[in-house]
């Protein structure tokens, strides 16, 4: 089975999940994953404030333990922030208990440095059975995967990254990438320029949400 019919097929299963915003509209959501870093993602937000838009993050409770400054720093400057899991951990057949305490762990310590509750929710890797998706939609998330992975992590260059990453600009596209790529900033910021003489704005999830 192909990437792309496997991806139809989960998006019919599970409908209550975000998987791409409104395919009329050229918009694109740009997603970091698995931060706060504490050298990466103000370097990042540094980009994105200097581009003058708006993205989301989705945070690991345990680095934002870490971190919680750099946390701060991002809903200060008004991104929106989503919760993935405390500890990073795989959700498919895990037992009750232990999914609610990974997300409400995360909830908590990024509650706490945020001053506001997040209301997005990503699976680590991206995959979560129907137990996982009952709970956090349960706990009032709005369960987010992604329409694009350009594998950011693996490019070694931001040139390789922005080349990776282009194809990936469609209307409603929500796209992934991860703060600690060490040559991300250089690449967003290329990004950015490229996507919109292309015709796109970037928007939050939030942003995103709003325009369906
Ligand atoms: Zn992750």
Same mark, same amino acid.
């Given at each position: 089975? @192909?990437?792309?019919?496997?991806?139809?097929?989960? +998006?019919? /299963?599970?409908?209550?999940?975000?998987?791409? #915003?409104?395919?009329?509209?050229?918009?694109? &959501? /740009?997603?970091?994953?698995?931060?706060?870093?504490?050298?990466?993602?103000?370097?990042?937000?540094?980009? /994105?404030?200097?581009?003058?838009?708006?993205?989301?993050?989705?945070?690991?409770?345990?680095?934002?333990?870490?971190?919680?400054?750099?946390?701060?720093?991002? &809903?200060?400057? &008004?991104?929106?922030?989503?919760?993935?899991?405390?500890?990073?951990?795989?959700?498919?057949?895990?037992?009750?208990?232990?999914?609610?305490?990974?997300?409400?762990? #995360?909830?908590?310590?990024? @509650?706490?440095?945020?001053? %506001?509750?997040?209301?997005?929710?990503?699976?680590?890797?991206?995959?979560?059975?129907?137990?996982?998706?009952?709970?956090?939609?349960?706990?009032?998330?709005?369960?987010?995967?992604?329409?694009?992975?350009?594998?950011?992590?693996?490019?070694?260059?931001?040139?390789?990254?922005? &080349?990776?990453?282009?194809?990936?600009?469609?209307? #409603?596209?929500?796209?992934?990438?991860?703060?600690?790529?060490?040559?991300?900033?250089?690449?967003?910021?290329?990004?950015?320029?490229?996507?919109? +003489?292309?015709?796109?704005?970037?928007?939050?999830?939030?942003?995103?949400?709003? %325009?369906?």
């Amino acid at each position: 089975m @192909t990437k792309m019919a496997f991806s139809r097929i989960a +998006q019919r /299963l599970f409908p209550s999940v975000l998987w791409r #915003g409104n395919p009329i509209l050229p918009r694109v &959501a /740009l997603t970091f994953d698995d931060g706060p870093d504490p050298v990466n993602t103000p370097r990042l937000l540094d980009v /994105l404030a200097k581009s003058g838009i708006k993205a989301s993050f989705f945070l690991q409770g345990k680095n934002v333990e870490h971190y919680p400054e750099v946390a701060a720093q991002i &809903a200060a400057q &008004a991104h929106a922030i989503g919760n993935h899991t405390y500890n990073h951990t795989h959700l498919i057949l895990k037992s009750r208990r232990l999914i609610y305490q990974e997300i409400k762990n #995360g909830e908590q310590v990024i @509650t706490k440095s945020t001053g %506001s509750s997040p209301r997005f929710f990503r699976p680590p890797y991206g995959q979560m059975d129907w137990r996982a998706l009952k709970i956090a939609s349960g706990m009032g998330y709005q369960v987010v995967i992604w329409s694009a992975l350009p594998w950011d992590w693996k490019a070694k260059t931001p040139k390789k990254i922005v &080349a990776a990453t282009l194809p990936c600009l469609f209307n #409603g596209a929500i796209i992934v990438l991860h703060d600690r790529t060490p040559e991300l900033p250089a690449a967003l910021e290329l990004i950015i320029e490229i996507g919109k +003489q292309r015709g796109f704005s970037f928007v939050s999830l939030e942003q995103m949400i709003c %325009s369906q």
